[in-house]
């Protein structure tokens, strides 16, 4: 049985749609006030309505993660509106940047263009650990919950700045573990594979290749939002206490399929 989270707060960047979205829901559900936060104020709305609308505890806040004053600001309005904090979980990534085509591989990566994606990728999630923790050592059970991907530990073709900002907040999770367990704060990572929506399942279903591709590139089902926030949960309440540091792979087994060294590479070709 999952230990009781009713009561806590978290803050959940890049929670205005997708992975963030189910986060925010799940821990809503569970009875845990959240921050739900992003650039889209819209988006923000609609999330922390529905929350509100299922009987939840929400707010939306604005954050861009790519400014260091906007997200020392989100931890101190999350902490003033809900008087606390207890969970953060860093969820939120460079994704518009990525669809933009900034990065590529390393001959063709500008320097601007790697600090496009580095900023947000992993300073944000840097300053949000560092203005969240004082707030996660005062509730004296806090937890950080990273949401990396398997571009941190496998070769992605043409995503180097990407690949290492996930493998640097890989890195940045454990340490952060090993500095301040004995102050009361765990944090862990999700490893995500393939992750997607029903939408965007659907459409790729109807690709001459890339459904093949994906279906191929796990050994169970191609995961959903919904199991990314089942496992933020656990790490997120003490059902979780003996685990600290550690690095979850939700990635319905594709890291360790014996077809692995083709699929990046075909599923890349096939969404192009």
Not at 11 to 35: N, P
Request: hydrophobic fraction near 45%; include cysteine.
């Amino acid at each position: 049985m999952l230990a009781s989270v009713a009561g806590r707060v978290a803050l959940v960047t890049g929670s205005t749609r997708g992975i963030g979205a189910a986060i925010a829901q799940r821990l809503a559900g569970a009875g845990v006030m959240v921050g739900v936060c992003g650039r889209s104020a819209d988006a923000g709305e609609a999330v922390a309505e529905d929350i509100r609308g299922r009987g939840g505890t929400a707010r939306y806040l604005p954050l861009d993660i790519g400014s260091e004053d906007s997200v020392r600001a989100v931890v101190l309005d999350c902490v003033r509106e809900f008087g606390r904090l207890d969970i953060l979980v860093n969820n939120a990534a460079p994704t518009d940047q990525i669809i933009a085509g900034t990065d590529r591989s390393l001959l063709d990566l500008t320097t601007e263009d790697l600090g496009a994606m580095l900023v947000p990728g992993l300073y944000g999630q840097v300053w949000a650990c560092r203005y969240a923790l004082p707030h996660l050592i005062e509730s004296g059970h806090g937890s950080i919950v990273n949401i990396s991907s398997m571009a941190a530990e496998l070769g992605m073709p043409g995503m180097p700045a990407y690949s290492m900002a996930k493998g640097a907040l890989n890195a940045l999770s454990r340490q952060v573990a090993v500095d301040y367990a004995r102050r009361g704060v765990r944090s862990n990572t999700i490893v995500i594979g393939y992750v997607l929506s029903g939408e965007a399942l659907a459409y790729l279903d109807g690709h001459p290749t890339a459904g093949a591709a994906l279906r191929a590139a796990t050994l169970t089902e191609p995961g959903s939002p919904e199991d990314v926030a089942d496992a933020a949960l656990f790490l997120a309440s003490d059902s979780s206490r003996y685990i600290t540091g550690s690095e979850i792979k939700l990635d319905g087994g594709l890291m360790c399929s014996r077809d692995l060294p083709n699929i990046p590479a075909a599923f890349a070709e096939a969404v192009q």
